[in-house]
């Protein structure tokens, strides 16, 4: 009985190990960022390099960023964000026109309360900060 137990703990463990194995080998998950850069941002443009790190923390991902208003990076390792100024009124209607928005296996919007109306963006997972 002791012998089967052992053998059972074991087998668990192989293919426990196997499953980590192929999983990790697997093409990433292709995550395309758009950071609103409009006025209201401004009171919350402290949190974005936060927020991209937590966004960077759900796993193995390959990252593409941009602003509702021009691409910063397409796809690579780690989301590199560079300091943008936050300026004039948001207008999502051209996000979905990038070539990563077709590529991606996820898209996410950050932006701030009362910016701009998120409720065609049916297909992006928005992040909201608060001031």
């Known amino acids: 009985m002791k012998a089967l137990l052992i053998f059972l703990v074991g087998l668990v463990l192989?293919?426990?190990?196997?499953?980590?194995?192929?999983?990790?080998?697997?093409?990433?998950?292709?995550?395309f960022v758009v950071i609103d850069s409009s006025f209201p941002m401004r009171q919350?443009?402290?949190?974005v390099p936060g927020t991209l790190d937590d966004i960077e923390s759900q796993g193995y991902s390959e990252f593409a960023l941009a602003t509702e208003k021009d691409s910063v990076h397409s796809w690579q390792e780690?989301?590199?964000?560079?300091?943008?100024?936050?300026?004039?009124?948001?207008?999502?209607?051209r996000i979905d026109a990038y070539?990563?928005?077709t590529e991606a296996d996820e898209l996410v919007l950050i932006t701030t309360g009362g910016s701009?109306?998120?409720?065609?963006?049916?297909?992006?997972?928005?992040?909201t900060l608060q001031p």
């Open 14 to 31: 192989v293919f426990g190990a196997l499953a980590l194995l192929i999983s990790m080998s697997g093409e990433p998950k292709r995550v």
């Open 44 to 47: 919350v443009w402290n949190q």
């Open 78 to 93: 780690r989301p590199q964000f560079r300091d943008a100024n936050a300026f004039a009124p948001c207008d999502f209607s």
């Open 99 to 101: 070539r990563e928005a």
């Open 116 to 127: 701009c109306p998120t409720d065609a963006l049916a297909d992006w997972r928005v992040i």
